[in-house]
Each structure stands twice: as C-alpha cells, then as structure tokens.
C-alpha cells in the first residue's frame, strides 16, 4: 500500500492549528465544512485534507477560512499572514501587470487608495478577502466573465471543473485538455434524462481521457459531473483519487473495507482499492458522447 506523505511538522501544526479554531468556533457561526467549501469552490473532502494535515494550507484556503471564521489568517498561520502582508507591502508596480491575478490587482488598489489608513490586520483581512473572491482555491470551478453566457430561468450555466486545481499536481495525465469549458442547459432536459444532482451550483464540466472505460466514456468525450457527491452513494461512475493519482471509475461495493474500481474497457483490468485509500471527487451524471456523423 502507498505510503501518505507526512507534512513537515510546522505544516501540520497549521493545519491543526485551523482545525481546532473551525471547531471552537463553528457553533457559534453556524458553519460546516461543506459551508466553508462552498464558499472556496470545493469539495468538503479537499476541506478536510487541509485540517487533517495531509495537504498543507495555501493563502487561498486560508483566505476564505479566515473570512468565514472572522479571523486574521495569523491566527492559525503566521506564515501565510507574512506572504500575505508581503504582498500588501509591495509596490503597486510590482503587482499590477499584464497577466497578474484579480486578487493581485485588487490589492493594489488597496495600498494605492487606502493602504496608509489601515492597519496591518485591516489590511491583511482585506487582502485575504480579495483572494478568496478571485477564484484562486483548490478545487474550484473555474469563474471568469460569464457575462455571455446568459441563462433563462428554466436554464442552468454549468461551468467546467478545474481539475488540475482540484486534483493536485501530477495528479491529472500530460496530455488532458477540456473539450467544453462551459454549457447552458434546460433543467427539463436533466429531468428527461433522469438525472438528479444535489444543487444546480454542484454541476460542473469534466472532459474524460484514455481507453480505460472505452465504451461507456472515450477519450475526450464531455462529462457533466456532480462534484457535491464526496462519499460513495451508491453504483455509478465516479471521479476519483486512489494512491495520489486521478480516475475515472465505475465503482462498487466489495466488502466492509474494500471498494471494486472497475474499467469498462474488458481490456483494462479491474481493481481492488480499501475504501480509506480513495478518495471520492464527484460522481458522473451525463456523458455526452461526441460521434463523427
């Protein structure tokens, strides 16, 4: 069995350290981790990654963590508060170029017209605030102007799953590229189909690759995924990490402790995978199989 990286013991203690503050507070502010991965853009497992100390904190997750809870980011992460407050101490000119994040830019606004009036931890809330609402978490759906993308009160926009974002680097193949970005689509259609979801803001685009489920899913075909799914809910195909590496996989129930990941291809061997090994992204709904006419 894979071994689990084990975070040095400054990472661990910042992740215990955000753990414990949620939990002191979460009563008191009515949240769950599922509220704080809403807010961030992804899955309630990705959340609990951070506080379990297998993935070490980022300034993104930090940023929303801290916005929610009403925290400076230095109550659970100095180190992150310093890269913060390194960026709000920067020249604007250093910051706000061709290609630089929204976050980046807004916090150069920031210094340029307020920056002399507020004081560290003003600043440092705001600027933690200014990355959360760029988009920038792990396992986010990708936001941009959607301002073209006009959907009518029967209609859905399904924007695409950032997958590498999601997924962690490595993790997804070289050569993967989405097919679809975004898509509008009438509710009544889902309906038609059979397709339940857990909320309309849970539908995401995913582009599935390789032979491993040819036949059910090819290469570069589209996927509307549920990514509200994070635990096996039954037989279906999910989206999945096993041992650090991304699938996609139909799934059953082989024991109390081990999950079947199973290949549609007959030419792909099935696999064996204890339930604590994989973890659960989001579950397919749709494939939408694109046939040459």
């Known amino acids: 069995m894979t071994k689990k990286r084990i975070l040095p013991p400054d990472l ?48 993104k997750f930090a940023a929303v963590l801290a916005r929610m809870l009403d925290e400076p980011v230095s109550a659970f992460s100095p180190r992150l508060a310093n890269e913060i407050a390194a960026l709000t101490s920067a020249p604007a000119k250093d910051v706000a170029v061709p290609g630089s994040s929204a976050a980046e830019k807004v916090m150069a606004m920031i210094r340029k017209h307020a920056g002399r009036n507020l004081d560290a931890d003003a600043q440092e809330k705001i600027a933690a605030a200014a990355l959360a609402a760029a988009g920038e978490a792990q396992g986010k759906v990708i936001h941009a102007d959607f301002s073209g993308l006009k959907a009518r009160p029967e209609e859905i926009v399904i924007r695409q799953y950032d997958v590498r974002a999601a997924m962690g680097h490595g993790q997804v193949p070289a050569d993967y590229n989405e097919v679809i970005r975004n898509l509008i689509i009438r509710e ?7 397709v339940s979801y857990t909320s309309p803001n849970s539908l995401a685009m995913i582009t599935g690759w390789g032979q491993s ?30 041992h650090e590496h991304l699938y996609i ?19 792909h061997k099935d696999q064996e995978a204890r339930i604590e090994d994989v973890t659960i992204h989001a579950k397919v ?4 199989n694109a046939r040459k006419a």
């Not at 809403?38 to 100390?53: C, I, Q």
């Not at 709904?285 to 939408?288: A, H, Q, S, V």
Request: aromatic letters at 8%; glycine letters at 6%.
């Open 249 to 267: 996989k139909r799934v059953q129930v082989m024991d109390a402790e081990r999950f079947w990941l199973i290949s549609d291809n007959t030419k």
């Open 188 to 194: 009544d259609v889902l309906r038609e189909k059979g």
């Open 12 to 59: 661990l203690a910042e992740c215990s350290a955000a753990h414990d503050l949620f939990l002191s507070k979460k009563n008191e502010l009515k949240l769950s981790q599922k509220k704080i991965a809403d807010e961030a853009g992804m899955t309630p497992a990705a959340v609990n990654l951070y506080f379990k100390g297998i993935n070490p904190l980022n300034t």
């Open 213 to 242: 489920m040819e036949g059910t899913i090819n290469d570069k075909d589209p996927l509307i995924v549920d990514k509200g799914v994070n635990e096996f809910a039954g037989d279906g195909i999910y989206v999945l990490t096993w």
């Open 285 to 288: 709904l749709m494939i939408w």
